[in-house]
Every structure is written in structure tokens, then in C-alpha cells.
């Protein structure tokens, strides 16, 4: 076997194979529609030519294009809300919300906002975010306060979903609403403040009546 043969296999078999290349850029692709556009404009033919590959590429690994704009959105999210194992639970939560105020912010905040609305139309996108997007979350956010509770940085009595919706409604009021920057200083803000009340509503209903 000549030598040329032989590099040239071996530069085949370096770096990431063809359809994990190809797969990578359709997600790219769909993510960067989804930043520019409305979901009810993207199609699969746009995302087919734009990442460089036939439709029929693309529905090899997607059904539909609900379930590929939401592989692309987690593609995403995936990288950048990252629940940290380590520290203690409110600390961590605090941190996750942060994260969370930070991936509202910007581009990517203009692709959740889009997210939200499509679902208020459109069954499948709806059925697939909850099932893969808001589900996971939701019990991540739930398994860390229940944590905080068990270590008693909560009370006992606290109202998981409650405090948790406490929390995140002001971020989405300013994301899809006021259109207000999400700064770090709102979140800390609203964090401290949801937490404090929780403690102070639990220390009210326990303390003796004079």
C-alpha cells in the first residue's frame, strides 16, 4: 500500500465523521433561523439549503421541523444552563436562575420569546417543548429546592411550584412584555426577595399569637 493511500485514510479518519458534521450544521442552521425569523416562516427546505444538505438528510434524523427546531434550541441551551452538582442548593439555584436571566438576554432571548408564542398555536411544537424543554427544567428546579428544604435553607412549608413561579415570572414579564434587559442585578434582586418572603411567611405562620 503506497504511502499516499495510507495519509489519505488517515485524514479520513480524523476530526468528527461526515454525519455528525452534517447533523451539526442543520442544527446551526435551524438555530440560526430561529434567531431571524418567526417559526411559521422557517421551513425544512430553508434549514436544508442553508446547512448545505438535502431534506432528505434532514429527515433522517427529524420527523418533523418542530422536533428539529427544538433539538436545534437545546443544541443550544444545552451548552449554557448547566445546574452546577457542587455548593450548597440555594446557592446553586440562584446560579441556575442567573444562568437562565443571561440565556434571556440578547439572541437568545428572542428565540425563547418565539418558542413561547409558537406553542400558543401549534399542538406538536406545544407537546414537544413541554415534554423536552419545560419538563426536564421544571424537575431540575423542583430536585433543588427540595434539596434546600431538606438541608433547611427553606422552610418546611414552602410552596415548591409557587416559589418557583415567583422567580421565574418576572424574568419572562420583562422577556416577553417590557422587553427590559435581564440584568444580573434584577435576577439577584428577585431571588433574594422570593426567598427572604418564603422564610418570612413560614417564621409568621410558626410564631405564637399574643
Given at each position: 500500500m503506497s504511502k499516499k493511500i495510507t495519509?489519505?485514510?488517515?485524514?479520513?479518519s480524523v476530526g468528527r465523521p461526515r454525519s455528525e458534521t452534517s447533523r451539526a450544521s442543520i442544527l446551526d442552521a435551524a438555530y440560526a433561523f430561529l434567531r431571524a425569523k418567526p417559526i411559521s416562516?422557517?421551513?425544512t427546505?430553508?434549514?436544508a439549503r442553508k446547512a448545505g444538505v438535502s431534506t432528505a438528510t434532514v429527515y433522517r434524523w427529524w420527523s418533523t421541523k418542530e422536533a428539529l427546531l427544538l433539538?436545534?434550541?437545546?443544541?443550544?441551551?444545552d451548552h449554557e444552563l448547566v445546574l452546577?452538582?457542587?455548593g450548597s442548593p440555594l446557592d446553586r439555584l440562584k446560579e441556575?436562575?442567573?444562568?437562565v436571566g443571561r440565556f434571556f438576554t440578547g439572541e437568545n432571548g428572542i428565540v425563547v420569546a418565539r418558542l413561547l408564542t409558537a406553542i400558543q398555536d401549534n399542538p406538536l411544537l406545544r407537546k414537544e417543548f413541554l415534554e423536552r424543554?419545560?419538563?426536564?427544567?421544571?424537575?431540575?428546579?423542583?430536585a433543588i429546592v427540595k434539596e434546600a428544604i431538606k438541608k433547611r435553607q427553606l422552610p418546611a412549608d414552602t410552596e415548591v411550584s409557587v416559589l418557583l413561579e415567583t422567580i421565574i415570572g418576572p424574568l419572562l414579564t420583562r422577556l416577553l412584555m417590557r422587553h427590559e434587559r435581564i440584568d444580573e442585578s434584577f435576577v439577584v434582586s428577585v431571588f433574594d426577595r422570593v426567598v427572604a418572603g418564603a422564610i418570612a411567611k413560614s417564621a409568621a405562620g410558626t410564631a405564637p399569637r399574643i
Open positions: 495519509d489519505t485514510r488517515l485524514k479520513r416562516a422557517i421551513s427546505v430553508h434549514i433539538d436545534a434550541f437545546l443544541h443550544t441551551a452546577k452538582g457542587e441556575y436562575v442567573l444562568q424543554v419545560y419538563s426536564p427544567r421544571d424537575k431540575e428546579f423542583r
